[in-house]
């Protein structure tokens, strides 16, 4: 007898092909079989009219702390994700000691913008080596979960305080190297860093992978090399600005040293600078004529997030700004006030200097959110573009006006700039290109500022009632099959006999995500962005029934995926 038959829905089974009306059975964790079904079952489900797929690979989470007190990866699960890779950007919980551990906290807390209370009162912090910390998770998820090894905590763990600001000796390289081999015999799914601007850790220095050199990097790749089913992730500055020639020979030159594929996050595409994003694939093109494996990994959707002139975000990130952002808050209002200052901001800011972040520029798009003060009453829902008309001032003097009347505190709720139909064509291009590949969700960080989570049923209610761009074949597919490839995922991303059943069962006249609302449910009160999801109806999970009607089922039949285990080497290029 089935565990469950689903019956009648049109099955779309992550190859790109055709999608085809068909029965799915499920028994023993697995699909016995797609077609005619006709062997009883314990249950059977109607998908009359609905959609049956694959569940959704999320390649680029930071779900290392909040499956601890939320196994089930809040709301990615709602949204059809079945499997996350975490640990990405160099950023782990493990390897650690307890000399180490308040450090790798208050990183995570500046870099991935985790809520310092859940990580204190929501995290146990009871392991030390990277399978401990494993197998503390593993029979305790919601989902399948994957996690890179981080260079940062393996720094620390054998530099201790001079992992920040000091190259390693060879003798302090060879203890990472066995340290990382330790992590990947475990399971860990590879190597992961970060060589990025954007990184900083609690005291506003840079992050310890950042103070390693090239061989550093590179003996690394060496190690991961020697394990089974693994991979590489990086950052660096060249993602967000576009690639100088070194860093693109040093990526290739770490996909070749390990003989594996490496991801980078993110690519932005933008009409208003189509040669950044296209020389940044043309990386993964001279990868592959010189032997390596470069995919870039871009989002297909618009990410819905909140800016602050109070607390850290990424307008901070803006050429020359953080020194003023980061001033003590009476002297950074002044320096907002400043006419001059305000010119130089504006200007740096649609520099090219500021790269991917230029797409926060468009400063009367931005919706107001909360305020705080009488003199912002009314203003919340508004445009900054429609103030400024009614004041008679440019728009980025009018944003600034209300912040400091409401002493920074402004919720802001920016428009991007890249938003036209000729950044969305380019986009579908970037889709199909072989050297890129759908992702970068970061769901797990940032919760107070961005909710890139609900991507996937956002961007299949674009596909099949939005802007149309791509079918709905083609948007499964870069969400199953193609992340499941790169990662080796053995017997996932695609529905066919033989494969680990998770299954997602949609409805396509109104699968989408959900309003994005601030809700206060992590550990210690603090608040995150939140999406619901539309339409999902079923989801299932290594056989199990894991969300049932949009809402889980509680049950955590999630399991860790192992590297070597769970995965197949993928060879380069």
């Not at 003060?373 to 001032?393: F, H, Q």
């Not at 079923?538 to 969300?547: E, I």
Request: charged share 25%; proline share 5%; aromatic share 6%.
């Amino acid at each position: 007898m089935l565990d469950y038959v689903i019956k009648g829905g049109t099955v779309v089974d992550g190859t790109g092909s055709p999608g085809r009306v068909a029965d799915v059975g499920i028994r023993d964790g697995r699909v016995v079989a797609v077609g005619t079904v006709d062997e009883p079952a314990s249950e059977t489900i109607d998908a009359d009219g609905l959609v049956v797929c694959p569940g959704f690979v999320d390649p680029h989470t930071h779900y290392d702390a909040q499956l601890f007190w939320d196994p089930m990866a809040s709301p990615s699960n709602l949204h059809g994700v079945t499997s996350i890779v975490a640990g990405n950007c160099g950023f782990t919980l493990a390897p650690v000691s307890t000399d180490n551990s308040g450090y790798l906290l208050d990183m995570m807390v500046r870099v991935e913008g985790m809520a310092k209370a859940a990580l204190q009162q929501g995290v146990p912090w009871d392991w030390a080596s990277f399978a401990d910390y494993l197998d503390r998770l593993d029979g305790h998820l919601g989902v399948n979960a994957a996690f890179m090894v981080g260079h940062c905590a393996l720094r620390r763990e054998v530099m201790g305080a001079d992992s920040v600001g000091q190259l390693a000796s060879p003798e302090q390289v060879g203890a990472m190297k066995a340290l990382l081999g330790e992590a990947l015999e475990a399971g860990g799914l590879g190597f992961s860093t970060t060589q990025s601007f954007t990184h900083s850790d609690g005291d506003g220095e840079p992050v310890p992978s950042r103070w390693a050199d090239a061989d550093e990097l590179l003996a690394l790749c060496d190690e991961v090399g020697a394990h089974p089913g693994t991979t590489l992730e990086w950052v660096t500055d060249g993602c967000l600005k576009g690639f100088a020639p070194e860093e693109v020979d040093l990526m290739i030159e770490m996909s070749l040293r390990s003989g594996r594929p490496i991801n980078w996050n993110v690519l932005v595409v933008d009409s208003a600078e189509p040669e950044r994003y296209r020389d940044q694939l043309a990386a993964g093109a001279e990868a592959e004529r010189r032997g390596a494996k470069v995919v870039a990994l871009t989002m297909p959707t618009l990410v819905g997030m909140n800016m602050s002139f109070l607390t850290y975000c990424a307008l901070f990130q803006l050429p020359d700004w953080l020194p003023i952002m980061s001033l003590p808050e009476p002297e950074r209002m002044q320096r907002l006030a400043d006419r001059e200052t305000r010119i130089m901001m504006e200007n740096r800011a649609a520099s090219s200097d500021a790269g991917a972040f230029a797409r926060l520029t468009g400063w009367g798009r931005y919706r107001i959110g909360d305020t705080f003060s009488a003199a912002n009453e009314g203003l919340k829902g508004r445009l900054v573009a429609d103030i400024a008309r009614e004041r008679g001032e440019r728009d980025f003097f009018a944003l600034l006006d209300i912040v400091l009347a409401d002493d920074l505190r402004t919720v802001l709720w920016p428009g991007p700039t890249d938003d036209d139909p000729e950044s969305w064509r380019l986009r579908v291009d970037a889709w199909r290109s072989p050297y890129a590949m759908l992702g970068g969700s970061d769901a797990g960080a940032h919760l107070d500022r961005m909710c890139g989570a609900p991507y996937t049923t956002e961007f299949l209610g674009d596909c099949l009632r939005g802007k149309q761009l791509i079918g709905l074949e083609e948007a499964i597919h870069h969400m199953t099959d193609a992340p499941a490839r790169l990662f080796g995922l053995r017997d996932r991303g695609r529905l066919v006999e033989g494969a680990i059943a998770d299954v997602v069962v949609l409805d396509p006249a109104t699968v989408d995500a959900g309003e994005v609302r601030m809700v206060h449910d992590l550990p210690g009160g603090a608040g995150r962005l939140y999406a619901p999801s539309i339409g999902i109806e079923k989801v299932f999970v290594n056989g199990q029934l894991s969300v049932d009607g949009g809402r889980p089922t509680g049950v955590l039949a999630g399991r860790i995926l192992r590297s070597g285990r769970d995965t197949e080497t993928v060879e380069v290029p």
